[in-house]
């Protein structure tokens, strides 16, 4: 039997809940969850899973009921995200649908997901006043660092690199050279993408060092709670460690506020909230409440996702998501992660993935590293880099001298050009943007009513037309491309493996490379013929034997 309200559980009472957000009881289908964030913030969320659309909606008009008046409210995908206030309590609340495909197993995920804070531990999120515009909105990056000014002459910091004394001095002259207000810097918002000391390193030591010189007005993070972290990180050491260094930064973060900056607060972070400031919209793309039935297994899957809007276009923030996020922001938000630029996740190294950089549609892409670091590391051209530097018109790298890169609104090309260093790097391929700008897809609604198989598109070089060939009996499809590499063979392999796929036969003849993978829906075969440059996807439902169709034999069941 559901609560009448979420500070009727034990677990919050015995929690101080006093200083906890409150919110009237869900009371529609699912299996509740109820999650803490950090106690830090006397922030949590219920889960209830498997909740529908008509959950979503009854649960706002209870809100409504209870003297709740709507803030803010988005679309995405067909996912729905609200936030709801009272005053007191700010409640945000989301439905999320989609599908998903993991290791054989079909799951429709379907949830409401409710997040509660109090007032007295978390600040609304701005809505647009009044405002004297005396600057152009400019982006400039330092390393892992980003930051915005807006027309206001207030600005935006996006992370903070490592606590060391050149990222902070940087990030400090930059405020300096760029403020054209009386007085301090004003930072508007901090926003921290995850507890990780190169992201959150510099904050402390800006604080720390300048702290007396700058205003902080909030801090932005989703920093989890400890209970969302399972098993075991392959790059960091137990869960209990990984939780205690979360709760570590958390506490210095919200230390360093309270004794640096009084007048400053914090907002936690939920996905769909919107922020407006003077010449740029934020929205909240992801958060690790996302990452349902506790699936954290590495720190950098927590990062916050933003989303930014300017008069010069969109551009998109993915802080550090590896695979796993960036397989589930994609799904909860498709095609409408359409942008103008993206910053490169997890500095240019395994972050993102090929689906999630073409989703966006991206025309620029901003490396948070240096050109000489992406060299000594070989990122580019490189199957766990995840990002093609050719579907791009403009990799914007730093140079080792240039240390800091400012773009602002009406750039020109051969302005950016000072720091694309595209031009650089041996260019293997000769494909036109703008050929490949627009995902392609294989199929069309009636051939999966008809009972084909699907597979993953093929985002990599060649000639610009594919070649679909169908057989309507079968029900199966081959796709054959030409003027491609044994790399690009590779590259779509491993985006077959990420996606959920599973290998069942791998072989290496004398011209030719083949492989064949298997989801709950789909059998995939692709081959590589050397010689001819070519590679042939062959495609059919579950339980094709599409490695024999391959070879010109009947399909077997």
């Given at each position: 039997m559901k609560n009448e309200n979420y500070l009727a559980y034990a677990q919050l009472k015995d929690r101080d809940a006093d200083w906890y957000g409150h919110a009237p009881a869900y009371d529609g289908a699912g299996e509740e969850e109820l999650i803490y964030?950090?106690?830090?913030?006397?922030?949590?969320?219920?889960?209830?899973?498997?909740?529908?659309?008509?959950?979503?909606?009854?649960?706002?008009?209870?809100?409504?009921?209870?003297?709740?008046?709507?803030?803010?409210?988005?679309?995405?995908?067909?996912?729905?995200?609200?936030?709801?206030?009272?005053?007191?309590?700010?409640?945000?609340?989301?439905?999320?649908?989609?599908?998903?495909?993991?290791?054989?197993?079909?799951?429709?995920?379907?949830?409401?997901?409710?997040?509660?804070?109090?007032?007295?531990?978390?600040?609304?999120?701005?809505?647009?006043?009044?405002?004297?515009?005396?600057?152009?909105?400019?982006?400039?990056?330092?390393?892992?660092?980003?930051?915005?000014?807006?027309?206001?002459?207030?600005?935006?910091?996006?992370?903070?690199?490592?606590?060391?004394?050149?990222?902070?001095?940087?990030?400090?002259?930059?405020?300096?050279?760029?403020?054209?207000?009386?007085?301090?810097?004003?930072?508007?918002?901090?926003?921290?993408t995850h507890a990780h000391s190169d992201h959150v390193g510099g904050f402390f030591g800006i604080m720390e060092k300048y702290g007396d010189k700058i205003e902080v007005q909030r801090v932005i993070h989703g920093f989890?709670?400890?209970?969302?972290?399972f098993?075991?990180?392959?790059?960091?050491?137990?869960?209990?460690?990984v939780a205690a260094s979360v709760t570590r930064f958390s506490n210095r973060?919200?230390?360093?506020?309270?004794?640096?900056?009084?007048?400053?607060?914090?907002?936690?972070?939920?996905?769909?909230?919107?922020?407006?400031?003077?010449?740029?919209?934020?929205?909240?793309?992801?958060?690790?409440?996302?990452?349902?039935?506790q699936q954290m297994f590495d720190t950098n899957m927590s990062s916050v996702i933003y989303m930014f809007t300017m008069s010069g276009g969109k551009?998109?923030?993915?802080?550090?998501?590896?695979?796993?996020e960036a397989k589930i922001i994609r799904k909860l938000h498709g095609k409408d992660?359409?942008?103008?630029?993206?910053?490169?996740?997890?500095?240019?190294?395994?972050?993102?993935?090929?689906?999630l950089y073409y989703n966006?549609?991206?025309?620029?892409?901003?490396?948070?590293?240096t050109y000489e670091h992406i060299l000594q590391n070989k990122l580019i051209g490189k199957l766990y880099n995840h990002f093609d530097f050719n579907s791009v018109k403009h990799n914007l790298i730093l140079s080792q001298d240039d240390k800091v890169m400012t773009l602002y609104d009406g750039m020109s090309v051969e302005e950016l050009a000072r720091f694309d260093r595209k031009s650089d790097v041996e260019n293997k391929f000769d494909v036109d943007y703008e050929l490949r700008k627009q995902p392609k897809n294989y199929l069309t609604e009636a051939h999966l009513k008809e009972g084909f198989g699907d597979?993953?598109?093929?985002?990599?070089?060649?000639?610009?037309?594919?070649?679909?060939?169908?057989?309507?009996?079968?029900?199966?499809?081959?796709?054959?491309?030409?003027?491609?590499?044994?790399?690009?063979?590779?590259?779509?392999?491993?985006?077959?493996?990420?996606?959920?796929?599973?290998?069942?036969?791998?072989?290496?003849?004398?011209?030719?490379?083949?492989?064949?993978?298997?989801?709950?829906?789909?059998?995939?075969?692709?081959d590589y013929l050397m010689a001819d440059s070519k590679m042939i996807i062959n495609v059919g439902c579950a339980g094709k034997d599409v490695l024999a169709f391959s070879r010109n034999r009947k399909c077997n069941y």
């Open positions: 964030s950090l106690d830090t913030y006397k922030s949590y969320y219920v889960l209830e899973h498997g909740a529908g659309k008509t959950d979503f909606v009854d649960y706002c008009n209870k809100l409504e009921k209870n003297n709740f008046v709507l803030y803010s409210s988005k679309e995405s995908n067909g996912n729905s995200f609200a936030t709801y206030t009272d005053g007191e309590n700010i409640v945000n609340v989301s439905h999320i649908s989609y599908r998903d495909v993991d290791r054989y197993v079909l799951k429709d995920i379907s949830y409401l997901s409710i997040a509660v804070d109090s007032v007295k531990n978390s600040m609304l999120p701005p809505k647009l006043e009044a405002y004297e515009s005396i600057a152009k909105v400019q982006v400039t990056s330092i390393v892992t660092c980003l930051v915005i000014r807006l027309a206001d002459g207030r600005f935006l910091i996006v992370d903070s690199s490592l606590a060391r004394e050149e990222p902070v001095d940087l990030i400090y002259q930059t405020l300096c050279e760029q403020n054209v207000r009386d007085g301090k810097p004003i930072v508007a918002a901090w926003m921290i989890p709670g400890e209970q969302t972290y098993g075991k990180n392959y790059m960091e050491y137990t869960m209990d460690d973060v919200k230390h360093l506020m309270d004794e640096k900056m009084p007048n400053g607060g914090f907002t936690i972070a939920h996905t769909g909230q919107i922020f407006e400031y003077p010449g740029v919209t934020l929205e909240i793309v992801f958060t690790s409440e996302n990452l349902y039935r551009l998109l923030a993915l802080g550090d998501a590896v695979d796993g992660l359409k942008c103008d630029a993206v910053v490169i996740a997890h500095h240019s190294f395994n972050g993102g993935d090929e689906e966006t549609g991206a025309s620029v892409a901003i490396w948070p590293n597979a993953p598109r093929y985002y990599g070089n060649g000639d610009d037309k594919e070649i679909l060939t169908f057989n309507e009996t079968d029900k199966t499809y081959t796709i054959t491309i030409s003027g491609v590499t044994e790399y690009n063979f590779e590259w779509y392999c491993n985006a077959l493996k990420r996606d959920g796929y599973q290998s069942t036969t791998v072989s290496d003849d004398a011209g030719k490379k083949s492989a064949t993978y298997a989801s709950l829906l789909n059998s995939v075969c692709v």
